[in-house]
């Protein structure tokens, strides 16, 4: 994929919300996550192409939610390159016992989202990325439950991703190799949610998979 005139778009929730402002400051419009990291990486080495990094995700989403906003936040911008990470609320919500969370929605709605994008922009690479969790913090009281929905939603973002055409990027094992280096809370300070070491070591898995497939971003 050549990198001129391309826009790269990140969807997902608060993981890649990163804090990001709601404005056009380009000191915060990517937030402070991996999708910046990414950005800050690509669109150093390919300044000439000036390609487009753009930030939609919402703190709090579930595929659902994803679905329910995506004319205005995906489709109308019409990205070349499309990544999504979602799924640890889908399952935050089940293992509170929220009534939000009373059906499982995930795959559901996810694949909903990816059948209109698909129909809708064709031509739009996709980018899906493996949900994650380690044992502490928030999943630690409930750790077999967190595992086992979580592990239901990393077999079905993969077969989703074979389904459709996507590049999957796994996440979980990277994980799990840096908490031999250094304990859980240091890579995801909840469990779910990366500190600047876990975003680092997610930016870093996104290129290493993106950027070694056919949807690589060139000059």
């Not at 990198?3 to 404005?23: E, Y």
């Not at 016992?97 to 996810?110: I, K, L």
């Not at 928030?138 to 590049?167: P, S």
Request: charged share 25%; glycine share 10%; net charge negative.
């Amino acid at each position: 994929m050549s990198a001129k005139g391309t826009t790269i778009l990140f969807q997902g929730d608060s993981i890649t919300d990163g804090g990001r402002s709601r404005n056009d400051d380009p000191n915060h419009f990517l937030g402070h996550g991996y999708a910046y990291i990414i950005a800050a990486r690509l669109g150093q080495e390919l300044a000439d192409q000036q390609p487009v990094f753009l930030n939609r995700g919402v703190s709090g989403d579930r595929a659902s939610d994803l679905y329910a906003r995506w004319n205005e936040d995906c489709i109308s911008h019409r990205p070349d390159l499309l990544s999504i990470l979602v799924g640890v609320n889908d399952a935050w919500r089940s293992m509170n016992g929220e009534p939000s969370g009373v059906t499982d929605r995930f795959e559901r709605a996810y694949r909903h989202l990816l059948q209109e994008t698909r129909e809708v922009l064709p031509e739009t690479g996709l980018v899906l990325c493996e949900p994650f969790i380690l044992r502490t913090g928030a999943t630690e009281e409930k750790w077999e439950q967190w595992q086992e929905r979580v592990g239901q939603y990393q077999e079905a973002t993969k077969a989703l991703a074979a389904e459709f055409g996507a590049v999957f990027v796994p996440l979980q094992d990277a994980l799990n190799q840096a908490e031999e280096r250094a304990e859980a809370a240091y890579w995801l300070w909840d469990g779910v949610h990366p500190t600047a070491a876990g975003h680092e070591l997610i930016a870093g898995r996104w290129l290493e998979v993106v950027q070694g497939s056919p949807l690589a971003i060139r000059s």
